[in-house]
């Protein structure tokens, strides 16, 4: 059963920049793929990016491309989203996801298994 653990969220003014962590339990990840999603109030929990664990090729959502960026730490079993240039539009919940790779498009909601609590980012003046 892999579990997953978001911190790293906060408040934040415009402009700066944030590492979000998802530490991640239950492997072995060579055949995982990894996501991150955000939810904001009121909307639907969208796709931000994902990895693949076992080579490191990610994919990151059009609408924040260049400015979003993932990458995994495999000794220590963590995921960041590091995201740059921040917007009060990037105020939401962010969570972390993991699915066997493989089974779907990877980057909707409904494929993904295994969900964190999520952290939530607030970027406000």
């Known amino acids: 059963q892999v579990q997953l653990v978001e911190s790293g969220g906060g408040l934040v003014q415009p402009g700066e920049s944030l590492r979000l962590s998802c530490a991640v339990s239950?492997?072995?990840?060579?055949?995982?793929?990894m996501g991150w999603f955000r939810q904001a109030p009121g909307k639907e929990r969208e796709f931000v990016g994902n990895?693949?664990?076992?080579?490191?090729?990610?994919k990151i959502a059009d609408s924040v491309k260049g400015r979003f960026a993932i990458s995994r730490d495999s000794i220590r079993n963590i995921m960041y989203l590091r995201i740059f240039t921040l917007k009060p539009e990037d105020t939401a919940v962010y969570y972390c996801?993991?699915?066997?790779?493989?089974?779907?498009?990877?980057?909707?909601?409904?494929?993904?298994?295994?969900w964190g609590q999520g952290t939530q980012v607030t970027v406000s003046a």
């Open positions: 996801a993991a699915v066997p790779s493989g089974l779907g498009s990877e980057s909707e909601v409904g494929d993904f298994h295994s």
């Open positions: 239950g492997g072995p990840f060579d055949k995982y793929v």
């Open positions: 990895i693949k664990w076992s080579n490191l090729i990610s």
